[in-house]
Nanobody, 122 residues
Framework: QVQLVESGGGLVQAGGSLRLSCAAS????????MAWYRQAPGKQRELVSI???????NYVDSVKGRFTVSRDNAKNTVYLQMNGLKTEDTAVYYC????????????????WGQGTQVIVSS
C-alpha cells in the first residue's frame, strides 16, 4: 500500500488560511485517485475533495470557492489550500489514495494518512 503523510494543520482564526500537504511514498498520482476527508468531533467523516488521476477535482459544496487542491508530481505531494476558513471547518483532515469508486464510497480499501488537526477559532 501507499504510505501517506499529512502535515500543515494548526490553529488559525476564522477567515485565515492553511495549506495541508499529503506526501506519498511513491509516484502514484498518474494512476491513482486522491481524496481529502475530514472528521469533526462527534461527526461522521466527510469527503471534502476528490481528484482523479487525470487531475480533475470535485469539491463538496461547503468548501467550493474556498479550498483548492493542487499537486506536485515531482515531490509526490498533493496540497489542500484552504482559504476563508470558518469555525465549521474545524476537523481532523485526512488524505487518501485509491480507486475513485472506493474513495467516493468512503475509502475503506484505500490508503490513508494519519490525519492532521485543523482548528479554526472565532
Amino acid at each position: 500500500q501507499v504510505q501517506l503523510v499529512e502535515s500543515g494543520g494548526g490553529l488559525v482564526q476564522a477567515g485565515g488560511s492553511l495549506r495541508l500537504s499529503c506526501a506519498a511514498s511513491g509516484s502514484i498520482f498518474s494512476s491513482t485517485g486522491m481524496a481529502w476527508y475530514r472528521q469533526a468531533p462527534g461527526k461522521q467523516r466527510e469527503l471534502v475533495s476528490i481528484t482523479s488521476s487525470g487531475g480533475t477535482t470535485n469539491y463538496v459544496d461547503s468548501v467550493k470557492g474556498r479550498f483548492t487542491v493542487s499537486r506536485d508530481n515531482a515531490k509526490n505531494t498533493v496540497y489542500l489550500q484552504m482559504n476563508g476558513l470558518k469555525t465549521e471547518d474545524t476537523a481532523v483532515y485526512y488524505c487518501a489514495a485509491g480507486r475513485l469508486g472506493d474513495l467516493m464510497r468512503g475509502g475503506n480499501s484505500s490508503s490513508w494518512g494519519q490525519g492532521t488537526q485543523v482548528i479554526v477559532s472565532s
